[in-house]
C-alpha cells in the first residue's frame, strides 16, 4: 500500500487544473502583452482566471498580482508594507516566531535595515492571543504579519479578530494564507485582510504559481523590474497555463470545500485518537483550531528521520515539519516556539490527509506508526535512560 500523507508540503494537481492548462501549453500559448488576437485570446484567459481566485477570497480582480508562490508574494507584502511604513516614518513590525521562513527571513532582513521587530507568543496550543496582539501595537507600528494556518502544526488562527484590532489601529495586516487558501473560507474583506499570499501547489493547483492580494490603496513594492505585466506591480510575462490551472483548482476546491472538511476532518480526529495511544506521545498544536487534514505529532526517545524513513519503507510518505526546512539538521522553529525542547522536537511527525483519504489508509497508518515508534525505542539509548530512571521523561 502506498499512501501519501505530505499534502502539506504539495498536493496532486486536479485532473480539472490539468485539463484547464493542456490547451493553453499546446494552442493558446501567446504572449499576453501581444495586441494581436492570437496573444489576447492569452490575455481573455488571464483574466478570467483572475476574476474567478478574486470571486473565491471575495476580492476586486484588480487587487490580485499573479506571483511564481507564496514565497514570493510574502517577501513582496512584507516589503512593500515596511517601504510605506518607512515613507511615514515607522518602522516597527509584529509577527510571530512560528511563521514561514519565507516571513521571518524577510523580517531578519528589515531588522539589519533598521526597523524593529515584535514576535507574539503562539503559546502550548499554537494560538495568537488577539488581546496580545492589540497590547503590542504602537503608534510605530507598520505592519502585523500572522498566518492564517500553521504549515507544520496546523493550528488555525483568528483571523477575522486579528485584522479587525489591526483595521482599528490603521495598521497594514498581512496573513500568510498559504495552508488555508482552498482549504477554509477566506473573505478578505469580512477578514480586514490588507495583503494575502497563497500558493496554487497546496490546493491541486501546479507548482511555481501563486498570487498575492494587495487590497486597493496598498502601494506595492515591486520585486522584479522589467515590463508592465500586472497594472506594472510585476514585471515578465505571466505563466497563463499556470495561472488558469491554478484557477481552476482553487474554484473546484472552493466548490467542495465544506464537504471534504467535514469528512476529513473526521479522519484526522481518528488518526490523533489513535496515536495518542502511544505512550508518551504528544500532539502539536490546538486539538480544535487547526487544519482538516492536520495531524503532528511528538514521540519521545526516537529521531524524526529515523521514523520517517521506516514509514517509508511501509508505503507511508509523511514529514517532520516544512518540505522547505526538510534538509536541515536542526529541531523545528514552530515546534521551540510552542514549548517543546529540542530532544522532544527532533521526534516530531506530521500526517497531511488530503481529500482522497480513506478509513482503510487512517488505520494503517496508525498501526505502522505504533511498529515503527517501538521498535525505535527498542535500542535507543535515549529511551534506555528514561524507562531505567537515569533520565526524566518530558511527554
Known sequence: MRIYADNAATT???????????????????????????????????????????????????????TSGGSEADNQAILSAAELGRKAGKRHIISTAFE???VLHTLNKLEKDGFTLTLLDVHENGMVRPEELEAAIGDDT??????????????????RELGAICAKHAVLFHTDAVQAVGHLPVDVKADHIDLLSASAHKFHGPKGVGFLYARKGVRLTNL?????????????????????????ALKESAARMAENAERISALRDRLIEGLREIPHSALNGDSVRR?????????????????LLLLDDRGICASSGSACTSGSLDPSHVLLAIGRVHDVAHGSLRLSLGEDATEEEVEYIIRNVKEVVAYLRGFSPVWRDLMSGKAQFIL
Not at 490539468?18 to 485570446?41: C, K, V
Request: glycine share 12%.
Open 12 to 66: 496532486q494537481p486536479s485532473h480539472a487544473a490539468i485539463e484547464a492548462m493542456l490547451p493553453l501549453l499546446w494552442e493558446g500559448y501567446g504572449n499576453p502583452s501581444s495586441l494581436y488576437t492570437f496573444g489576447q485570446r492569452a490575455k481573455e484567459a488571464l483574466e478570467q482566471a483572475r476574476a474567478d481566485i478574486a470571486e473565491v477570497i471575495r476580492a476586486d480582480p484588480k487587487e490580485l498580482v499573479f
Open 100 to 102: 514561514h521562513h519565507a
Open 142 to 159: 507598520c505592519l502585523v504579519t500572522i498566518m492564517s494556518a500553521n504549515n507544520e502544526i496546523g493550528t488555525v488562527q483568528p483571523v
Open 224 to 248: 522584479i523590474e522589467g515590463g508592465a505585466q500586472e497594472n506594472g506591480r510585476r514585471g515578465g510575462t505571466e505563466n497563463v497555463p499556470g495561472i488558469v490551472g491554478m484557477a481552476t
Open 291 to 307: 487544519l482538516p487534514g492536520n495531524v503532528n505529532f511528538c514521540f519521545e526517545g526516537i529521531e524524526g528521520e529515523s521514523l
